[in-house]
């Protein structure tokens, strides 16, 4: 309910900053975790004087990580959560934090009774079970078989590691779910590659994430996307707030996926729209699995953003083409 005080994890991070600006658009007051004293600065610059504010949580996986910050907290947004990345301790730099960073948020909330609704922002890897690729068919919410990963296993690469991580940080929830039985309740978020302008970003150089993904690919020899779907960020923080319609239940979850984005008609599109742009010679991604979402589309009426939209905000925030 517009009015209300919603608590944001991540606010400085990409989707984190859109979740804090789609829900001050909807007239709810905002509270935001950051790690770091300077993001707070950034969020302020961004987002002037309006109804938020934001708490620094050096370590989103100490217990007392949220000690004081969820007092008055209606609605609860989970954002943060680690990307894949150069560390070579997987489990140290993806596992433990999405994990514990996860059951640490549903621990504090459980100890505020004006906590109403936990709204968590996953991925579409951890429904992607490995038969998908035998069987076929499309990415759904319903999983026929669970997932199954070891935190304590070796993991190949970094994406293994990453999607073991965003698993194992869904079962942690659900088990916590149904152990403890809260007075509120959960609905996850699980978006396929999310693309658009970055709020916070202020010059080309801090680029991260999967937008850096898209662009190292459209300029670079690498393709460093995968899945061949796209969906842009504002859809995904547009999301988060329909979700807390009190009449969805608790449990849910929802894939966000805007649809196919062809790979040479992205670039053929760049290359037209933006003839500066030198393109790179990078191939089509590796894997290209089909991801239903029309179960947002049917309950919330969500209509994506198309990926010209996204792949635009992109390059022009690169080229220094928008407002930034």
Partial sequence: MAGNLVFITGAAGFVGAHVVNAALEAGYRVRGSVRREAQ??????????????????????????????????????HVASPLPGQANDYKKALIEPAVLGTTTILEAASKVPSIKRVVITSSVVDL????????????????????????????????????????????????????????????????????????????????????AALWLSLTGPEQKTSGGTFVHVRDVAELQIKALRPDIPSGERFLASGGKMDWDEAKAFVKEKYPSVQLGTSPEPQFKIPVDSSKAERVFGMKWRPW?????????QQLGISKL
Avoid at 42 to 68: C, H, M, N
């Fill in 308 to 316: 010209k939209e996204a792949v635009s905000e992109v390059v022009e």
């Fill in 128 to 211: 992607i079970h490995e038969s998908i690729f035998v069987k076929g068919g499309a990415v759904v919410e319903d999983l026929e078989d669970e997932i199954h990963f070891d935190a304590d296993q070796d993991f190949p690469d970094s994406q293994t590691a990453y999607r073991a991580s965003k698993v194992l940080a869904r079962q942690a929830a659900e088990k916590f779910m149904a152990k403890k039985s809260p007075r509120f309740s959960m609905v996850s978020i699980h978006p396929v590659y999310i693309y658009g302008r970055n709020l916070l970003q202020s010059s080309p150089d801090q680029i991260s994430g999967t937008n």
């Fill in 40 to 77: 707070i600065d950034q969020l302020k610059k961004q987002f002037g004087s309006k109804a938020a504010e934001f708490v620094l949580v050096r370590d989103i996986t100490q217990p007392d990580a949220y000690d004081g910050v969820l007092d008055g907290v209606d609605y609860i947004f």
